[in-house]
């Protein structure tokens, strides 16, 4: 990165120089590197292409505060690193540096203590800059993944679970997925088994996401089997346990993907690994309502991962269509360029509306009883599919009108379109 | 001696990452687009920071716009980078600033805080008119160092390194001054979300260009803007020789 870096820094030195240096500036013969290029100074279009009226002030500095932060990221980073498989873990220190991932966990534990509609514009605002569905992954277990936690933990857990999560220091993934129960989570069949002072847990876990650079695990296990549970929805438990990769009954494999390939997929092969009792977050039985308020809040995330990814891709879009000149004049100067690119703008800004609005809902549920969880729920799942929806129509007529590569399939990721 | 008062002025300014293109009527640039801090007064808050942040005695730093409505957002930024309270003349359309103007009201500002210390960019990148800091101290009576590339304060004893043509100059002077900033000075922090919130409750106060009595009508009129010629189109030459002969055709050799 350093050599990419450096030629950036040359770049903004020109670019400053042309707008505003005075000459002796430039002309100096000058050993000291500019040290205010260490900052990334991407170029922006003059246009705004989202529409922005509406958001609240919270957003808006979300928004500005973040693109800041990954401006230091240009695109040939997030294409070294697709290529590579390497874990952008730069991004997430800086991320944790400024205190962005706690933004939405409690300001006693050194959160910011704002909610999931913020935290949806900051990884919007992550995979607009072009980190993609990598770069947001990179953070988004680390919000959402905490949000039961810091919602049904002890506050003794809490305290002992998330402040260091929130500097930084460990980071967790979420397993929940299993090769035979995936969109079927009340039929998950991992389990912990009560032993004394621990848990043994057995079984295999899929697709879970940083498990290799995670030392921590929301983990959803079957304390009941199946067979004896009293309501379909219960019989499962939530920990927060730690991912001792040298600890016995624990595997890890890693899966090759097809995009997003900086960060890890993970199989995970459970064979009574112990874990402790305290590490159960509410009660025991309870673990798939308590999840959900994690997964609710992660439609969100996704959805507003996907809207920054059908932005990117449709600005690349508008500027080509300008750019490019054929028969004398620029390609979008004809309508066969333009109608499918309005109509992808009009779907991304109908998404961009059900993803903020299912935010509010789920942050208002929590003070405004008249808000079901099966409202949040439906809001929730609706926006994401909705967004991808609109990210993937994006995507595919930027490329198929011949321009870009998009940093990720949001429809596929973590829940499926459906 | 109880710490410093900085004062620094900072000013809303077309993003320096967007390409500013002029409006059709030739009167200014289109300024439907992104705007940001001048990077100039980014430099300016974070050394009042720093200055704080190396033990020097720092009783306050104050962050000054004047501006449209939405200059307030540039204050609440240098709040979130660690200025502790705001103030905020609101200009309305038709009442747009030139340099003197700025600078006289800057007077009045330090003279009504009692600042010892201003700290402004070496010029905003929209007007580059880099007038401001040194009308302020002529105003004043202070000493100036422009374009500083370091600032070290012992006591009332202020050394300041600016780069000049040719290398580096080293000068001396005591409180109170007016220092303005170059790019080499240091490198702006980004606001962390935690002080970003806690800047939300920092005070601002509002006033108007009325409430400091000055005579700030402009005193120049901008005649025409227009694009710079657009650059022509390369050539291609098979080798160095033909090269050569191009930029000898050229006169550049
Ligand atoms: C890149 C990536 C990262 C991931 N990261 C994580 C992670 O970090 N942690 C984690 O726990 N999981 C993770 N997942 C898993 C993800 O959540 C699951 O893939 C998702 O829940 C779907 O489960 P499945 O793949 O088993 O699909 P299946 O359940 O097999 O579904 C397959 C298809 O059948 C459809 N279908 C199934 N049942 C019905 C029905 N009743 N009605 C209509 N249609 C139906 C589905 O909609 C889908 O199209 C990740 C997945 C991917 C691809």
Redesign the pocket.
């Known amino acids: 990165m350093a050599s990419k870096l450096a030629l950036f820094k040359a770049s903004l030195l020109s670019h400053i120089a042309c707008r505003s240096v005075h000459r002796s500036q430039i002309q100096l013969p000058c050993h000291v590197p500019v040290t205010i290029a260490q900052r990334g100074f991407a170029v922006s279009s003059r246009r705004r292409l989202m529409e922005m009226s509406g958001f609240t002030t919270e957003q808006m500095d979300v928004r500005e505060a973040v693109s800041k932060i990954c401006s230091k990221y240009p695109d040939e980073y997030w294409a070294e690193h697709d290529e590579s498989g390497v874990y952008p873990h730069e991004l997430h220190a800086d991320l944790a540096k400024d205190g962005w991932i706690g933004i939405a966990l409690p300001e006693e534990l050194g959160g910011a203590g704002l909610g999931i509609s913020e935290a949806t514009m900051m990884l919007h605002t992550i995979a607009e800059s072009g980190a993609g569905?990598a770069g947001a992954?990179s953070i988004h277990?680390n919000v959402y993944a905490t949000q039961p936690v810091a919602k049904f933990a002890t506050p003794e857990q809490r305290h002992r679970m998330l402040p260091k999560l929130i500097a930084g220091e460990t980071r967790t993934?979420?397993?929940?997925?299993?090769?035979?129960?995936?969109?079927?989570?009340l039929k998950l069949k991992t389990t912990a088994r009560k032993d004394g002072d621990s848990y043994l847990v057995s079984g295999q876990?899929?697709?879970?996401?940083?498990?290799q650079v995670a030392t921590k695990m929301v983990l959803?296990a079957r304390t009941t089997p199946l067979e004896e549970v009293k309501k379909p929805s219960e019989g499962l438990s939530l920990f927060f346990v730690d991912l001792d990769k040298s600890a016995p009954g624990l595997e890890l494999k890693r899966i090759k993907?097809m995009g997003?390939r900086a960060?890890d997929?993970n199989e995970i092969f459970f064979d009574n690994f112990k874990i402790s009792a305290d590490t159960l977050i509410g009660k025991e039985g309870q673990g798939f309502k308590i999840v959900l308020h994690g997964m609710n809040a992660e439609r969100c995330l996704l959805a507003g991962e996907a809207l920054g990814i059908g932005y990117a891709a449709l600005k690349r879009a508008a500027n080509y269509a300008n750019e490019r000149v054929v028969f004398g004049r620029p390609i979008g100067m004809n309508q066969g360029i333009q109608h499918p690119l309005a109509s992808a703008y009009m779907h991304l800004e109908a998404a961009k509306l059900a993803t903020y609005h299912a935010a509010r809902l789920y942050d208002s549920s929590t003070e405004d009883p008249t808000i079901t969880q099966h409202a949040v729920g439906i809001a929730c799942n609706s926006a994401k599919y909705l967004a991808a929806e609109a990210a993937f129509a994006a995507c595919e007529r930027a490329v198929s009108g011949s321009v870009l590569c998009c940093g990720?399939r949001p429809e596929?990721?973590?829940?499926?379109?459906? | 001696m109880s710490g410093l008062r900085i004062l620094v002025p900072v000013k809303r300014v077309i993003d320096y990452a967007v390409k500013p293109r002029v409006n059709r009527t030739q009167t200014g640039v289109d300024t439907n687009v992104k705007h940001s801090m001048n990077p100039f007064d980014e430099l300016s808050i974070e050394e009042a920071v720093r200055l704080r942040e190396r033990k020097t005695p720092v009783q306050e730093i104050l962050a000054f716009s004047a501006g449209p409505a939405k200059s307030a957002d540039i204050i609440r930024t240098a709040m979130a980078m660690g200025a502790d309270r705001g103030i905020h003349v609101q200009c309305n359309e038709g009442e747009e600033l030139e340099p003197l103007g700025v600078a006289k009201l800057l007077k009045k500002v330090v003279e009504g805080e009692k600042s010892d210390l201003v700290i402004l960019g070496k010029q905003s990148i929209d007007d580059d008119a880099a007038q401001t800091g040194q009308m302020l101290a002529g105003l004043l009576g202070w000493s100036q160092a422009t374009q500083a590339s370091k600032v070290q304060i012992e006591g009332d004893s202020v050394t300041v390194v600016r780069e000049v043509d040719g290398g580096v100059e080293t000068l001396k002077a005591k409180l109170p001054m007016v220092i303005t900033t170059d790019l080499r000075l240091n490198e702006p922090r980004y606001a962390s979300l935690p002080n970003i919130m806690k800047a939300k409750k920092k005070p601002l106060e509002k006033k108007t260009l009325k409430d400091y009595g000055l005579d700030t009508a402009p005193r120049l009129k901008t005649v025409k803007v227009t694009e710079p010629p657009a650059r022509k189109g390369g050539v291609k030459v098979d080798d160095v020789d033909g090269m050569i002969s191009k930029l000898k055709e050229l006169g550049a050799l």
């Open positions: 569905i992954q277990a993934c979420f397993g929940v997925t299993e090769p035979n129960t995936g969109l079927e989570t876990k899929i697709w879970i996401s940083s498990a959803l993907k997003g960060i997929a990720g596929i990721g973590c829940g499926c379109l459906d």
